[in-house]
């Protein structure tokens, strides 16, 4: 089991800026992967980045790349969301998963940030 529990969500204006964190405990010498999915109201949830944790290699959903840049600190064992000139489009809920070293899947969540962006 790999639990993991996100922080950092908030209110912002658009145009500004927020850091999410996801830090994870138990088995964590399974993570593959570390990924942040959103989830807005009415719809379906959606990748936004994604990085793998043995070579640090990243990628980005297309409506993100060049605003937000996930990043990791291997002696913590926390991955960050850093998330710049956010738009009201932004506004979700933003999950953080684990996809374990062999999986096929992200089968690890965390329970959520919500992140709004006020016009």
């Known amino acids: 089991q790999v639990q993991l529990v996100e922080s950092g969500g908030g209110l912002v204006q658009a145009g500004g800026s927020l850091r999410l964190s996801c830090a994870a405990s138990?088995?964590?010498?399974?993570?593959?992967?570390m990924g942040w999915f959103r989830q807005a109201p009415g719809k379906e949830r959606e990748f936004v980045a994604t990085?793998?944790?043995?070579?640090?290699?990243?990628y980005y959903a297309d409506s993100v790349k060049g605003r937000f840049t996930i990043s990791r600190d291997n002696a913590k064992i926390t991955v960050y969301l850093q998330m710049n000139s956010l738009k009201p489009d932004d506004t979700a809920v933003y999950y953080c998963?684990?996809?374990?070293?062999?999986?096929?899947?992200?089968?690890?969540w965390g329970q959520g940030t919500q992140v709004t962006v006020s016009s």
């Open positions: 998963a684990v996809r374990r070293v062999g999986a096929a899947k992200y089968d690890y």
């Open positions: 138990g088995r964590t010498y399974s993570i593959g992967d």
């Open positions: 990085i793998r944790w043995s070579d640090g290699s990243t």
